[in-house]
């Protein structure tokens, strides 16, 4: 007999940008440098009656047509938890298959788990901070009491800004799960011990949500926040096998626990070494326009396979940059906590001149650095997407990134993570001066996805910046949300 879960529970994570390391992050032999970003993703469960019919309801408030429906219960030969979509009266039948996932993970490790309790009816509430969908062609209303906005869209209409919110929702939906049907975390200690093992259910639930196994990195920014990844050896996710199947619920209680004994969960993340220091921002900017990344994905790792000596000599090359702009990052870290006065001086050189500030400031000798690396990593990447022919930094996006560089108070920019046409990344000083020269620029930027002019309007910037935190609790009371 297990404990009696709560009422309510709330969790949320972050949304990520690889600032460095696309491509090479789906090999171990290398890196990527990911910050977390303080747009997160929300879930809220709540207890219903015993009366209740045996369902688990979720419902996202921000869509019009985003409510399912499902049953639960055991699969057989330690299959683990099933759960069925259920048929709702005057409402299609559309999948959610990161939340059908989630589900069918998360409630297989909790019935999995001595002292759990019994699964019980709850509604689920799914919300998402507003940059992670463009607003451009829908209501800039909220919900009621809240002040995430509603859409007034169907999802399927959505128009994404790439912040990773699936890998949000997975991670904030196992979490939430895991500490409504599990015993309290109550330690520091313990509460490491439950990120260690949202972070495997996640990774694992959004890879067979997917349909392919990733990296994983988004995962890992969603659970652990900003860090340096190393991605995990893809068969540790095969082996576990299909979720119904024949003593599935036992791998994946052992693969989620990290308890097997012939192989253990190898992913490294490193947080110690990611800093972004006080003055410093990063910017994203949504470009409507769109990629299909898993296809480039496809091209660039077929022409690797094609050319791999001049494949591995411009990765090498691409991972040392990568390294130096995690580095020289650091180093502006260590020269504000030792020696503030010369830091702030070289922020405010930058910010009162359009000339580059001369070599008197050690800042300055680091803000130099820190632009060359970023050129670098542009010129490098530049290299690839003409080799593989990928639109990793098309043309359209090239100008956009000079035109931005060009600013005061703009370190530097990337198109993040996979490239192509949708978003780009900047490093900027903190300062309201600064946001104001971009989104100058923006208003009469014109582009569309091939190079040429296209309706103004296309390129906005985004309200968020990164933020060193990945999943946490949440108050279940300040949301906003009535209880069912």
Known sequence: MGFTPSLATAASAPGKVLLAGGYLV???????LVFALDARMHVLIHSLSSSSPPHITVTSPQFTDAQWTYSYGRA?????????????????????????TSLTYALTYVTSTPMSADIKPVSITILAD?????????????????????????????????????????????????????????TEESLEQVKKIVNNLAQAAHCAAQGKIGSGFDIAAAVHGSCVYRRFTEELIESLGIAGYSEFSIRLKRFADDTRVWVKWDARVSKD????????????????CGSQSVGMVKKVLAWRKKQVKRADDLWNALHQKNSDLGKTLCDLGELFKSDPAT??????????????????????????????????????????????????????QTKLLDACSSLPGVIGG???????????????????????????????????????????????????????????????????????
């Open 414 to 484: 990337v198109v993040p993570g996979a490239g192509g046409f949708d978003a780009i990344c900047l490093l900027v000083i903190d300062s309201p001066v600064v946001l104001k020269h971009i989104d100058d620029l923006f208003s009469s930027w014109r582009m569309n996805n091939d190079g040429k002019d296209g309706p103004p309007g296309n390129v906005r910037r985004l309200g968020v910046r990164q933020d060193s935190d990945g999943v946490k609790y949440e108050d279940p009371g300040s949301y906003g949300i009535a209880t069912p």
């Open 76 to 100: 057989d030969s330690d299959g683990g938890t099933k759960v069925t979509q259920e048929e709702v009266a005057g409402r299609p039948l559309l999948r959610n298959a990161f939340v059908e």
């Open 273 to 288: 070494v990611v800093s972004l220091p006080l003055g410093l921002r990063l910017v994203m900017c949504d470009v409507d």
């Open 26 to 32: 789906l090999d171990q032999s290398y890196t990527g």
């Open 343 to 396: 830091y702030q001086a070289g922020i405010q050189d930058v910010l009162e001149t359009t000339i580059l500030p001369t070599e008197s400031h050690v800042w300055n000798g680091l803000h130099q650095k820190l632009q060359a690396t970023i050129s670098s990593i542009r010129s490098l990447m530049r290299e690839m997407s003409l080799e593989a022919d990928v639109p990793i930094e098309p043309l359209s």
């Open 130 to 186: 507003n940059d992670y969908y463009s607003s451009r062609h829908s209501s800039e209303r909220t919900l009621p009491n809240t002040r995430f906005r509603d859409f007034a869209v169907p999802l399927s209409e959505a128009h994404k800004t790439g912040l990773g919110s699936s890998a949000a929702l997975v991670t904030s939906l196992i979490a939430a799960l895991l500490q409504h049907f599990l015993p309290p975390v109550v």
